[in-house]
């Protein structure tokens, strides 16, 4: 059945480095969100992106991460340079449409920044 | 902008006690949405309500919209262990997006 999926699943990385993870959202959603997860902040809204172009990206420190979409298969965000406060649990979700509809969220990516 | 209130932040019951979440939203909301994670999980779609007062059933599942949609409510009946996770509201307001509630963690002891 049809699938969000994420790579990769968990990526422990030092201060400093980039990161850079990847969403495959369900063929044919038009819509694609980020969102961090941490025990402290719940879930962040990062960006979303709709018809592969970025609609909001107000949740996203802009110094040092970037989200892209270079084509409707391939969702990216990048952290570059990473910093422990970084860690967390980052999710993309697909959908369909608009913003506000039915969001199908991946397994995340737990990013650990020493 | 937007905030979406949810309370409790966590709920301990003992299996089949009864169950309740709420949501508050400073706005009107054109729909909610009640989401459902697992401990190491991600969150997974369990419903939508479009229409003020609007109730839903799914089993032991109540869902409720206010009647000024600015508010919701997931009532479950006779809690499982298999109910353990973490619940989240979600509303959808003006700028057509989803802005999460905080979650409700429940805890289900046998």
């Known amino acids: 059945d049809a699938r969000v999926t994420q790579t990769p699943r968990h990526k422990v990385t030092e201060m400093g480095q980039e990161v850079t993870m990847r969403c495959q959202p369900i063929l044919g959603h038009n819509t694609v969100f980020w969102y961090r997860q941490t025990m402290m902040q719940g879930l962040e809204l990062l960006a979303y992106f709709r018809n592969r172009a970025p609609l909001d990206d107000s949740g996203m420190p802009k110094d040092r991460f970037s989200a892209e979409m270079p084509d409707a298969t391939l969702a990216t965000l990048k952290i570059q340079p990473s910093e422990p406060r970084d860690s967390a649990v980052y999710f993309c979700?697909?959908?369909?449409?608009?913003?506000?509809?039915?969001?199908?969220f991946g397994p995340g990516t737990r990013l650990t920044v020493l | 902008g937007q905030q979406v209130m949810q309370i409790p932040q966590y709920q301990h019951v003992q299996e089949g006690e009864d169950f309740t979440t709420y949501c508050n939203s400073s706005t009107t909301l054109s729909n909610i949405q009640w989401y459902k994670q697992r401990p190491g999980g991600h969150p997974v779609f369990l419903i939508q309500l479009v229409k003020s007062g609007e109730v839903k059933k799914q089993k032991r599942l109540t869902f409720q919209f206010g009647e000024a949609k600015k508010n919701s409510s997931l009532h479950i009946t006779a809690t499982q262990t298999t109910d353990v996770g973490t619940y989240f509201c979600?509303?959808?307001?003006?700028?057509?997006?989803?802005?999460f509630g905080s979650g409700t963690q429940l805890t289900v002891l046998p």
């Open positions: 979600a509303g959808a307001g003006s700028a057509r997006q989803l802005t």
């Open positions: 979700a697909s959908g369909l449409l608009a913003g506000d509809n039915e969001q199908f």
